[in-house]
């Protein structure tokens, strides 16, 4: 009896290792901080009972997992989501050094969450399980050492509640010291005004240098969007701003399209009260999800979760430029396809970086008890990260690689130069 092989299914932590191992293969990465970078230094599972409103107690898991702090504190997002897991949480947590080390901030990477369905608890269940969370992982995050921001599914709110009960676990006379453990906060509570765009204005601002590199602007281009959340509402606004067309959007509710345009603007509004959900929207008609990625455009955003273009549906692509507002859209499979087919891919660590420049900013201002206004801050977010783009095309340019290699070349070579100068204790 012949026994059929079953393939198994690629994880984003396979695919960040990959990435990881073809660009320290082409730049010959020094073997010893090769062994470093390739793992974890910590990895945290918290499990803690929360009461629900009708009584009940709850049992929660939470994850924090710090990848490396060599050039500064560990930095990185927090998500509430269902397939939240350790190596899930890996991966992102290596992305995220990559990109910290690429935008040139003095941080690390870390990246975390709970494996939950927000949609199905209350507005209070959500705070106390947040506030419990927080207090459950108590040290493993602070001010100079991991600090935490939004991520898929929280929010400034989520933020807020994290800084007050961070605090709160301070003496009294410490407790202003420790309101940067986290960024991405509400703008009365110390957040950053623009950190809400900041990181859809890092796609919109890649995706107009990049057309600004090849004499074109982004006036009636043709564009579609997976995920039509914070990123991919504020990408939309800015490019929608400079001309260029939506024509099409995916969430985990409904596939929509209008080739005439779909009004940015309006189906913000209608996903306001719907918890996000597109579906509905009167200013398009739905079709066929499945034929989503195919769709004739100039451009594809990608602003969901990762694995979402696949070796099963790369081959249906048309676009020529792929702009990653996700973090690990595209599997390593797939962007062998994409890349035989001469599609550019602005690759996560560049492409979605305001985010965390945005962080940054915010950070500073709390340490330094400053307030910036809006124009100051989208300016210094612009040129931090149009100095990044400009470093990452000349050496794609230059070397003829792809967006990718050349972006994790960058990232990796800082972070080798400083354990290089350092050394490695003892």
């Excluded at 012949?2 to 960040?16: A, G, P, R, Y």
């Excluded at 049992?59 to 060599?70: D, E, K, L, M, S």
């Excluded at 940067?180 to 990181?199: C, I, M, N, Q, Y």
Aim: charged content about 25%.
């Amino acid at each position: 009896m012949e026994i059929l092989e079953v393939k198994k299914q690629k994880t984003m932590l396979d695919n960040v290792l990959e990435q990881f191992n073809k660009t320290a293969d082409s730049m010959n990465l020094n073997s010893n901080i090769r062994k470093i970078l390739s793992i974890t230094n910590n990895e945290i599972i918290i499990h803690f009972p929360v009461k629900m409103d009708n009584g009940n107690v709850e049992i929660f898991t939470g994850y924090r997992v710090q990848h490396n702090n060599a050039l500064g504190p560990y930095k990185g997002g927090l998500r509430y989501h269902p397939t939240v897991d350790v190596d899930d949480a890996k991966a992102l947590a290596m992305w995220m050094t990559w990109k910290t080390s690429l935008a040139g901030l003095p941080y690390g990477g870390a990246k975390g969450g709970i494996q939950i369905d927000p949609r199905n608890y209350s507005l209070s269940e959500l705070e106390r399980i947040t506030r419990r969370f927080t207090y459950a992982l108590g040290d493993n995050i602070g001010s100079e050492y991991d600090i935490p921001a939004p991520d898929v599914n929280t929010n400034e709110q989520t933020m807020a509640w994290m800084a007050d009960t961070f605090m709160s676990t301070k003496s009294p006379n410490e407790r202003s010291n420790h309101k940067h453990v986290v960024t991405g906060k509400p703008v009365g509570s110390g957040g950053l005004e623009g950190r809400d765009r900041a990181t859809g204005f890092g796609v919109y601002l890649t995706l107009r240098l990049l057309f600004e590199g090849r004499n074109e602007t982004l006036k009636g281009k043709k564009f579609i969007v997976q995920g039509y959340g914070n990123v991919g509402y504020w990408a939309s606004h800015f490019l929608n701003n400079d001309g260029a067309i939506l024509i099409a959007t995916q969430d985990a509710h409904a596939t929509l399209i209008n080739t005439n345009g779909i009004s940015v603007e309006d189906l913000y509004e209608h996903c306001k009260p719907r918890k996000g959900s597109t579906k509905g929207f009167e200013g398009a008609t739905e079709m066929n999800p499945d034929d989503f990625f195919g769709l004739e455009c100039d451009f594809i955003i990608p602003a969901a979760l990762g694995n979402q273009i696949t070796e099963k549906n790369a081959d249906k692509i048309k676009s020529k430029i792929i702009a990653e507002g996700a973090n690990g859209p595209i599997n390593n499979e797939a962007e062998h396809i994409l890349l035989n087919k001469n599609v550019t891919i602005i690759p996560d660590i560049l492409c979605n970086s305001g985010g965390v420049i945005g962080s940054y900013f915010e950070w500073l201002q709390n340490r330094n008890g400053e307030l910036w206004p809006l124009d100051e801050v989208m300016f210094k977010i612009e040129k931090k990260l149009t100095i990044n783009y400009k470093r990452v095309e000349k050496l794609a340019n230059t070397n003829k690689i792809d967006w990718r290699t050349a972006a994790y070349t960058i990232a990796i070579s800082r972070i080798e130069t400083a354990y290089i100068e350092r050394g490695i204790f003892p």
